[in-house]
């Protein structure tokens, strides 16, 4: 497992934009697939983005946000553009180790504490 801090989360408008960060303690943070979740109040948990030898985004968050990493800062980025009220959520940082087509939660053994966005209208 690898330890996580996220970092990047506030209060902005609607079509604002925000940058995420997650930074990783431990070695060998490029065999990481790296994942970003969010879980709304009162909601499940829900998949975002994912990076590994390939992207995969949420339908609901294709064309507005970009997930980025720099091997050499061990820290995966998640650019997010155009935000949306029911962007509203806590995000989450998430690792697992190896190069990994996963988009479940489940599937993801180390997790940050959690930023907190919120999009106003």
């Known amino acids: 497992q690898v330890r996580l801090v996220e970092s990047g989360g506030g209060l902005v408008q609607a079509g604002g934009s925000l940058r995420l960060a997650c930074a990783a303690s431990?070695?060998?943070?490029?065999?990481?697939?790296m994942g970003w979740f969010r879980q709304a109040p009162g909601k499940e948990r829900e998949f975002v983005a994912r990076?590994?030898?390939?992207?995969v985004y949420a339908d609901s968050v294709k064309g507005r946000f970009t997930i980025s990493r720099d091997d050499a800062k061990n820290t995966v980025y998640l650019q997010m553009n155009s935000l949306k009220p029911e962007d509203t959520a806590v995000y989450y940082c998430?690792?697992?180790?190896?190069?990994?087509?996963?988009?479940?939660?489940?599937?993801?053994?180390?997790w940050g504490q959690g930023t907190q966005v919120t999009v106003s209208s």
């Open positions: 990076t590994s030898r390939t992207t």
């Open positions: 998430a690792a697992v180790w190896g190069w990994r087509s996963v988009e479940s939660a489940g599937e993801y053994d180390s």
């Open positions: 431990g070695r060998s943070f490029s065999m990481y697939t």
